[in-house]
């Protein structure tokens, strides 16, 4: 089948990706889930064998070759993480389970530490249930207040509209940086530095972020940065927390237990240096390191030209959505301000009706509220159907996922423009 023309060269990409040859129900599989999780390509598969096969061992408490070996890679794929997101340092870098825990990371070792009944965190109304639960908790748990900065009617977040609604008890802001119900890109920059001239600390969501842009923490002066592993190719189960040092030097532990400390007596314990601080218990290596693996993946990658890429399929989904007609599109006009995600419904079919007969065709979107309840709640729906692209997706696969949107306005007996 031959590819239509695109900036990155998907035809070659899609070799590396066994699972793109799969069929669904007789027909190729279109995976346009990427907002909730990517495929694995080869060098990641691979990276996991090959450290199992040759090297595993647990890592630091070892002299043995395996061990030392085992430690070197996890050291290396700190460091590739280090550079990917440009962290001045890569003890900055801390493994953590997936974004969740990178965020409930500085809710607890952060805020149990530093929050009082008189401080506010700031967060959006766009945010993901993992940037809002934990906060919750904590603001429950310290008495202190939550205030959310109200979304404009496109769903993304304007400076503005954050400046009426900082305050200067803002301790936390804390906001995602692309949208994962709406695609909503955030002024990130301009959001950090509001959080500063508020004598805030600034936390990024980059879980939809990081694997689709070019990332530079120091460039936005950010304070923290949370994201996964399994969004950007890697494996399930990786997480990182990226923080300012100095702001971890002074946070307390996180979870306790071994490698996090220096000395222990029966009653107290001293602490371990960055980042194993806040890595307590053996680590998930075999994952850490083919994270390591995808991390070189997407560094082979021209990054505009990713970016060039998803637009052009962005592009196009929502002209087939827009030349259907009876759609409801979310997320903002302006194709510069939003990213490779297009949130939809059809009509007043149920999101979940639309994502059955879209599998029935072989291509997987998401449908429901993707994490996002207090947003659907604002926009007056229970979900959206979510299509979300990557580098692997091609134009022909948006022609797909445009007949299959024929099929659901078949079966409901929904009108079309055309
Ligand atoms: C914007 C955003 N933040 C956080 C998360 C949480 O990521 P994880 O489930 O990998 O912790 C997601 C996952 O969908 C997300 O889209």
Aim: charged residues 25%.
């Amino acid at each position: 089948m031959s590819r239509l023309a695109m900036a990155i060269d998907s035809e070659r990409i899609r070799k590396d990706f066994p699972i793109l040859s799969r069929t669904i129900r007789g027909k190729p599989l279109v995976y346009l889930d990427n907002a909730a999780t990517t495929q694995k390509p080869n060098q990641v598969l691979e990276s996991l064998r090959t450290y199992y096969q040759r090297h595993n061992a647990n890592i630091h408490r070892g002299v043995h070759t395996l061990s030392t070996e085992s430690t070197q890679m996890v050291d290396a794929a700190r460091d590739k993480v280090a550079k990917f997101i440009n962290a001045p340092k890569s003890e900055t870098v801390i493994f953590t389970r997936n974004a969740t825990e990178a965020i409930n990371l500085v809710a607890y070792a952060w805020g149990r530490k530093f929050l009082t009944p008189r401080d506010e965190i700031l967060l959006t109304e766009v945010e993901h249930h993992s940037n809002l639960v934990p906060w919750q908790i904590l603001a429950q748990e310290k008495g202190a207040r939550l205030r959310f900065v109200p979304v404009e009617a496109d769903g993304s977040v304007s400076v503005e509209t954050a400046r009426r609604t900082i305050t200067p008890k803002t301790k936390l802001f804390a906001f995602t940086a692309a949208s994962n119900a709406t695609g909503a890109l955030s002024p990130v920059r301009e959001l950090v530095d509001l959080a500063h001239e508020n004598g805030a600390l600034a936390l990024i969501d980059g879980a939809q972020w990081v694997p689709h842009f070019k990332t530079d923490v120091q460039a936005w002066n950010a304070d923290f940065l949370a994201f996964s592993s399994h969004k950007m190719l890697g494996p399930t189960g990786i997480g990182v927390l990226w923080g300012r040092e100095s702001v971890l030097e002074e946070m307390n532990p996180f979870l306790g237990g071994g490698d996090m400390i220096q000395e222990v007596w029966l009653e107290r314990s001293t602490y371990n240096v960055l980042p194993y601080k806040f890595e307590a218990g053996t680590p998930n290596i075999a994952d850490v390191v083919a994270f390591g693996a995808a991390i070189d993946y997407l560094s082979a990658l021209d990054f505009a030209e990713l970016r060039r890429h998803e637009l052009e399929l962005t592009r196009r989904t929502i002209e087939i959505l827009r030349n259907e007609g009876e759609i409801t599109l979310y997320g903002p006009e302006d194709l510069e301000k939003r990213g490779g995600i297009v949130s939809f419904n059809v009509a007043d079919i149920h999101a979940h009706d639309v994502g059955q007969i879209f599998d029935a065709e072989g291509v997987a979107v998401r449908v429901g509220h993707h994490c996002c309840q207090p947003l659907m709640r604002k926009f007056r729906v229970a979900g959206t159907a979510r299509a979300s692209f990557y580098v692997y997706n091609t134009l022909e696969e948006v022609e797909a996922f445009g007949r299959a949107l024929k099929k659901v306005k078949e079966f409901f007996k929904v009108k079309s423009h055309a």
